[in-house]
């Protein structure tokens, strides 16, 4: 059966509500999964501190508001935003002025994240009894700025008009807010048998992919400009490919396909699931070209390019001992089951998704000099400000 307009919208609010990093502090979730991703933000700095600098300075008296669109519940975001804030901090007083402004950092993702872990991560704020701003920005150890979670899809609409200095999302934007109803019809010729990504599909598949991708970016873009202050600016990190080929998908296609594809192929051909289940599952992530966001961000015309390129960003894999290939195969396996196991265990159940994981990780231990020579990830920069 085809999927209809209605299943559609089902499906991506089912999405929405499931979707997100592994909560959590255990071994597969993501807040002890992500420090690949803190290392290549960091080595990415020097193009946020550019952004932060073309942004427009109010007056003390105006709060200055950052959003983290994305932010999961690591400690990357908390760490980011302190350094927006200080950067920020550091400008009004090279301009001469005597008390900066107050600040707010909202934190946003889908309301499944585990906002819970990322509260408890967040430094408390210089004073319990309502001391001023001025206090915490000269307490050591303590946040200068006020937070909150905003939960939601960041393909909508999350805040007031013009109410936001500063927008920063990485590792979000690639994935999409639905796997393409196309590749889980039957009759399509974009219908994805035997693939759980789309790396290695076939290009119809990739069109869906890639039309998904863009649609998304595009209601992305209308939200931001509504929310954005005049002034203001946005910097965006998304998992990219230098391919021109959707069907190569570089590093995510070495995390979604080979090894964790292989592995659903191992549960079916061992009759613990069908090959229909395999099927229905569907990673919805796009690994964008540079010119696949360009194109969007051209077409809606709301926002000025300052700065788009594709930035290496290293392995995802963060390993003690590179010759122990266990270790490497369960740093392959985390790294995918924190970013992915909710779906999975979502779609098989928490039985079957330890089965899957435990096959990513035996799979991946037999290949891990091959994992560690060529699972390389390259990232789409971009900054942006109104047009």
Known sequence: ???????????????????????????????????????????????????????????????????????????????????IIKHMIKRYEASGYVDPPEFSAFFSDLP??????????????ASNGGGSMEECLAANGHRPYFAAGVPGSFYRRLFPARSIDVFYSAFSLHWLSQVPE?????????????????????????????????????????????????????????????????TDQGGAGLLFGTHFQDAWNDLVQ????????????????????????????????????????????????????PDDAIEVGRALANSCRAVSGVLV??????????ELFSRVESRASSHAKELLEQLQFFHIVASLSLA
């Open 345 to 354: 265990d979502a779609h098989i159940g928490d039985w079957l998704s330890e």
């Open 270 to 321: 061992e009759g613990l699931i069908a090959s229909e289940k395999r099927d229905n599952f569907n990673i919805p992530v796009y690994a964008p070209s540079i010119q696949d966001f360009k194109e969007v961000v051209e077409a809606d015309g709301s926002f000025a390019i300052n700065k788009l390129e594709v930035f290496k960003g290293g392995s995802p894999l963060v390993v003690n001992c």
């Open 1 to 83: 059966m085809a999927p209809t307009a209605d299943n559609v919208v089902v499906s991506s609010m089912k999405l929405e509500r499931m979707l997100s990093m592994k909560g959590g502090k255990g071994e597969a979730s993501y807040a002890n999964n992500s420090q690949a991703q803190a290392q290549h933000a960091r080595s990415m700095l020097h193009l946020l501190e550019e952004t932060l600098d073309g942004v427009q300075l109010d007056s003390p008296e105006i709060p200055f508001v950052v959003a983290d669109l994305g932010c999961s519940c690591g400690t990357n975001t908390i760490y980011i935003v302190d350094v």
């Open 182 to 246: 196309m590749v889980l019809d039957k009759r399509s010729t974009a219908y994805n048998k035997g693939r759980v990504f789309i790396h290695g599909a076939n290009e119809s598949t990739a069109n869906a992919y890639r039309k998904q991708f863009q649609g998304d970016l595009a209601k992305f873009l209308r939200s931001r400009s509504q929310e954005m202050k005049r002034g203001g600016s946005m910097f965006l990190v998304c998992l990219g490919r230098t391919s021109v080929d959707p």
């Open 112 to 125: 499944s994240n585990d906002f819970n872990t990322l509260f408890q991560l967040l430094p408390p704020l």
